[in-house]
């Protein structure tokens, strides 16, 4: 009995099973649809992502093309993809089965750490990469002297610290390497040069090669300046002057170009020498302008002057400077018309200093002592005197430093009366 009951059931059961099925289905259908309704699907971009290299084999340097970031777009319900930002996202490119030296395409994976969020495209889809190995090379340095020691010296005893330096990088940028130097300037030098001198790796060709490192970067290098055997430098000309220059005149200023030579001869009698040599004598007698003449130095005949046996010697002609005092009247200049102006004191001493043969002929009216009155009106002012010199004269003082003008209208003319004639009675 109880068996025929629970067949039954599953008659009942199994007749109804195409309705279960599809009232289940409709249930989900439905439930998916009030979901989606609620949290509905979308599409969002993120652009500018970096690739980040993962697996790199060790002692190696990694090249990446111009492609090192990427734009990547996901699908998610709106919920996930408000509470998701680019953190959230990671681009790798896997070196694991780069081989070094050659070029490849290796494909970009993203990852996105919450599973309901599906990547739909890339761009790129690859990045274009290369491994390079990594060494290191042990070079001495050179150093390149440029420049000259001024003539009687010369350079020696060149020391570089340190000596060597190290080159680190990739093998192929290593492989080009052909020294690695730096430049020190002696030019003029007369004492030692010890200097910091950047240094940097170069080809075959004298470039630098790209893309390396290296240790220490500057180096201190240090050269001896010493003077030449059979040589004396820098030894001072003077000039033999002869004579005075004329009457009223005196000497200036003296210059000799060069001012220094070089020395070559025996060394012992160079070491007999004094510290300067003398040119043959230069006359300045009765000279009343500048002069400048070439002449040549004085040596024993066992020693020459390296270059040329030649100065030149300018020697300046200046005027005796004296000073005098002279009495002027004081003028008006720019008076207004109908202004008359008065002036005190009416005299002031003015003190000139010039050439002593001018001034011996200078005479008190040669001067114009004179108060510029334009832009004045009536009043009495202080005006400062001035003066017109001669030529190469020049005013010291004026005592007093300014005077005492006034202005005021010229006065009408006084009509004069003049007395009628009269008729004289004829007696």
Known sequence: MARQRMTGVLRT????LGSMILALL?????????????????????TGLPVVPINQPENTLLYQGDETSVAVTIRAAQSVLDELNAQDL????????VEVGVEAVVPITVTVA?????????????QTVRLEALGTLTL???IDVV?????????????????????????????????ITGTIDV????????????IAPRNVA???VAGLEWEPDVVQVSLDIQRRVGYKPEVEVVPDLRGEPAAGHRRGSVSVLPSTVTLAGPTSVLNSLPSFVKTLPVTITNAANDLTMRVPLTVPNSVVVVETNFVTVNVEILPILSSRSFTGSVEFQGLRSGYQATVSPQMVEVVLEGPETQLDELNPEDLRVYVNLSGYGLGTYRVDPLVLAPPNVRVVNIIPESVEVRIELIPPPTPVSIPLATATPQP
């Open 13 to 16: 059961l199994l007749s109804n």
């Open 187 to 198: 030019t003029g030098a007369r004492d030692d040069v010890s200097q910091r001198v950047s």
């Open 26 to 46: 409709l249930a989900v259908a439905v439930w998916i649809a009030a979901t989606l309704q609620a949290d509905p699907f979308a599409v969002q971009q993120y």
């Open 147 to 179: 420049g000259q020691v001024p003539i009687g010296y010369q350079a020696a005893n060149l020391d570089v610290n340190p000596a060597n330096v190290r080159v680190f990088g990739p093998v192929p940028a290593l492989e080009q390497v052909n020294t």
């Open 206 to 208: 004298g470039e630098v």
């Open 140 to 142: 001495p340095v050179q």
């Open 90 to 97: 990671r681009a790798v490119v896997d070196l694991s089965r």
């Open 114 to 126: 919450d599973e309901g969020v599906r990547v739909m495209s890339l761009n790129p889809e690859a």
